[in-house]
């Protein structure tokens, strides 16, 4: 039988660029495909080009054995070819029925929406893949991981076959993330067969039948999850060998830097988010913040930035109160902010790397004289942190924009550390970053520590705190329910304090008086609830990020 | 991963031409450039489709009425350009003739449409200077008025100082009254988050009922019942360099100097970093420690001043007086020139040399070719609607989309 589908000799090329030489890559019915590569390695070229977006110089593409020519995403639908985004095409206000027929609407009666029909097919299809989603539900109330699987059932419900997943992960919590293996084990027992494109490796070994690695546009090689690992892939994504290990100097933690207090902050909507939340920070230690997204982390780093004010309690940086203190203040004291959303508060993109370099210190000597900007000074010291900090950038005159991702989020760093720095406070500093860049920011955060630097690591990916954190404390609603040295830390330990699962007797302390909750033990029930606001506050804030996308 | 390299080349020439002249080279210049044409092309459409003898042709050929059409077309751009720049043979006569008063006249369109030009570069600058800090300054109609009741009254009421002084003090008096009128609603928004469009609209509506109030009282000209201001003093006027019939004054070096100054300030100072932070991404403006309250109103008042500046121009250097509706709507088509300048302090004189131009040579086009003084309008509001929608130019010429997102117009969207 032949392959469901056979890309042969697949060439692109942009000016100046060979998106994609010659590539090959074959698809058998029923497997998971994982396609690997580094950002801007062509993973996303050739699979818009096999969804019609883009049309090959060269190559030929063959499904069931047939060749076919994919000229729009209407010839790749027909073909039985569909397609998840990164950043999901549904319209929130819409039910979910009502997202799934756009496009292709049954209609009665010659115009009138058969709405009844295509819920039924639905549920016919959420049933039979284990897809749970409520047809009548609005897309705007669903948490993230449930409207990625109304993106999935919009595709079973134009009969595709062949599923392509773009990052489909980069969006999930780890929890959510597992449910979607679940959904792609039981789609291809169907039969279905799914392209899995992502540069997660952990991922590709958990869950891929093959894995193809593609660096620069070609592919570097085949393998299988039996015959890699780890280090054996990401050399090959990246060319060469990585150290996903970290090095760190013994742990000799110094005087307290950073030391907060019962703090309390609300969100945007005035509910609380960081409910009487104290710990330390000292000197030379990486303190690991662990927690689903969604459990008061950013308004937490907010508050210790300057950028929300504390409803309640206090927070002390050396010797100095910083509870109302503003960024300013805070920056100028010596702290250097590494924001979640780098694109949102981290950089002005349409403003030169020069610039971004600057942007919290350009006030100060010598890259202002009175009121007057030293451009040539800026624009010196630009080219220096380019070099001492390895930014892939054309020039320090190009915009923010035009750099990847890993270069964007190093050109962050540069700003921040190249301040003399006494507190770090890095939150997901890694977030949608190729290997290299990972490797290059880890390396950077665990010098700041065993300069005698104090480092303070937001994280919702456990393996990053894990690796880099000398105590790690566990955010679950507001609370931190534990703080744990990294000797006492295991993976499962975290990863159930992260679920609200297993309390400690300090935690159940800091709950009293606040609202009596079940058994520690507690039933999946409270579980899954839990796990749903967690979720839904998610969604709301992802719901933001795509309103402000629009703006821009 | 297509557009690596295509937006690399920075700018070799750091001033300020040399910026401008990048962002033509990159192409963002491109698309106005090709708007104009396209709407002065159309514009020509019109006048042809609105010709009477076109359709008396018509009936006997068609390609006799195409002919009448272009010739009709023809005749009104010459008079458009004989009246907004001069008349190539009356200057060639005159400068055979090499008579005085005839080289004056000849040459007077042509330094009429510089003096038409002069309030569309402060309205211009006005607006840019908004929109580089993310605001949409619709008022600048309103502080043009107040702008220009304040230096009327500086003008007229103090007597007896030199010009020396007098003429800068009926400047600053413009500037402070348009400063003001940008002071409340951007105080308004820092404050209450109150949005300045909304704002800026009703202080144009409290400026234009206010001034005429003014004109009918305590500004009004003693002898008169029109609403009307008394002259100016001789010591505040705007000093020409001609003889009459040329009015050109110095407003128009003024205004140069305005423009440089503006770009110094935007792309050359610590202030000129915080704006054009807080208008492209006032999150990270935050993050970084900048003050957006400050700067919001701060950027309001210096907007408000430049289109006070614009106001006090057209009294103390044309009019030596202040009427209603003295201002034929330059504080509205100033928003239109800001974005087809793209917000940018040469773009922007270069557009309103095109505005002054076009609008001093309507007058002409009207009394020699017959044509209403609507069709600028008209082309004016194609030539705009061109710009906002790049895609038609992009579309009409076969350009290819720019690599990187469309940057134009530097303003937020409604949500401010």
Known sequence: ?552 | MANQDSQSTPPKDKSAFGIFMHELARGSLIVPILAIITGLLLGGLIVAVTTDQVYTAWSRSPLEAIGVGINAALRSYSALFNGAIGNPERIADALASGEAAALRRAFNPFFESLIKSVPYIFAGLAVALGFRAGLFNIGAEGQLFMGAVASVYVGFAVKGLPAIIHLPLALGAGALGGAIWGFIPGWLKAKTGGHEVINTIMMNYIAFRLSEYLLRGPLQRPDTTNPISPFIETTAQLPRFFESPIRFHLGFFIALAAAYGVYWLLFKTRLGFELRTVGANPNAARYAGMNILVITVLAMSLSGALAGMAGANEVLGVNYTLAPAFSSGYGFDSIALALIGRSHPVGVVLAALLFGTLRNGALQMQIAANVPVDIISVMQALILAFIAAPAIIRTIYRLRAPQQQEDGLHVRGWGG
């Open chain 1, 1 to 552: 039988m032949p392959p469901v589908l056979e890309l042969k000799t697949i060439t692109k090329r942009f000016p100046g660029v060979l998106a994609n030489d010659r590539i090959d890559l074959s698809l058998e019915r029923g497997e998971i495909h994982a396609l690997l590569g580094e950002n801007g390695a062509g993973k996303t070229t050739l699979m818009n080009i096999l969804y019609g977006l883009y049309q090959p110089d060269e190559g030929e593409i063959f499904i069931n054995g047939r060749q076919v020519q994919i000229h729009s995403p209407t010839d790749a639908i027909n073909a039985g070819i569909g397609m998840v985004h990164q950043h999901f095409m549904l319209i929130p206000v819409f039910t979910v029925t009502e997202n799934v027929m756009l496009g292709s609407e049954s209609l009665k009666m010659g115009g009138i929406l058969d709405r009844r029909a295509a819920t039924e097919r639905i549920r016919q299809i959420s049933s039979a893949y284990g897809l749970e989603v409520d047809p009548d539900d609005y897309v705007r109330d669903l948490p993230v991981g449930v409207q990625q699987r109304v993106e999935i059932i919009k595709l079973l419900y134009r009969e595709a076959d062949i599923l392509i997943l773009d990052e489909p992960t980069a969006v999930l919590t780890p929890q959510e993330a597992d449910e979607l293996f679940k959904i792609m084990h039981s789609l291809t027992e169907r039969g279905k067969s799914i392209i899995f494109i992502t540069h997660k490796l952990r991922e590709v070994l958990d869950i891929a039948d093959r894995i193809t690695v593609i660096r620069r546009g070609k592919v570097v090689g085949s393998t299988t999850p039996k015959q890699a690992n780890q280090s054996k892939l990401a050399a090959m994504m990246v060319g060469r060998e990585v150290d996903l290990s970290v090095h760190k100097r013994a742990f000799t933690p110094g005087a307290d830097v950073l030391t907060v207090q019962n703090l309390k902050v609300g969100d945007d909507r005035g509910q609380i988010a960081v409910d009487d939340v104290s710990f330390t920070v000292r000197a030379g230690e990486v303190l690991g913040i662990a927690g689903v997204q969604g459990n008061g982390q950013t308004e937490l780093v907010e508050a210790l930035t300057g950028l929300r004010p504390a409803l309640d309690g206090s927070v002390r940086l050396l010797n100095e109160d910083v509870t109302r203190a503003n960024p300013r203040r805070i920056t100028e004291l010596g702290t250097a902010h590494i924001p979640e959303d780098r694109q949102r508060d981290g950089l002005v993109l349409s403003f030169p790397v020069a610039d971004n370099l600057v942007l919290n210190t350009y006030y100060q000597r010598p890259f202002s004289k009175g009121a007057v900007l030293q451009q040539a000074t800026i624009a010196k010291v630009a080219e220096e942190r380019v070099n001492s900090f390895d930014i892939r950038t054309p020039s320090v005159d190009t915009s923010a924009a035009s750099l990847s991702g890993g270069n964007q989020q190093k050109v962050i760093v540069a700003r921040e550390l190249s301040r003399p720095v006494k507190l770090v406070v890095a939150s997901q500093p890694t977030r949608g970053l190729d290997v290299g860049s990972i490797e290059y920011i880890h390396g950077r955060l665990i010098e700041s520590r065993d300069n005698g630097g104090a480092v303070l690591l937001v994280s919702s990916e456990l393996d990053e705190i894990m690796q880099l954190s000398d105590r790690i404390a566990v955010i679950y609603r507001g609370k931190i329910v534990d703080v744990l040295s990294a000797q006492d830390a295991s993976k499962e330990k975290v990863g159930l304090l992260m679920a609200g699962v297993v309390r400690t007797a300090t935690a159940k302390k800091a709950s009293l008086g606040v609202k009596p909750k079940p058994k520690a033990k507690a039933s999946s029930k409270t579980k899954t609830s839990a796990r749903k606001a967690a979720q839904k506050k998610k969604t709301s804030r992802a719901a933001k990020t795509t309103r402000r996308r629009k703006d821009s």
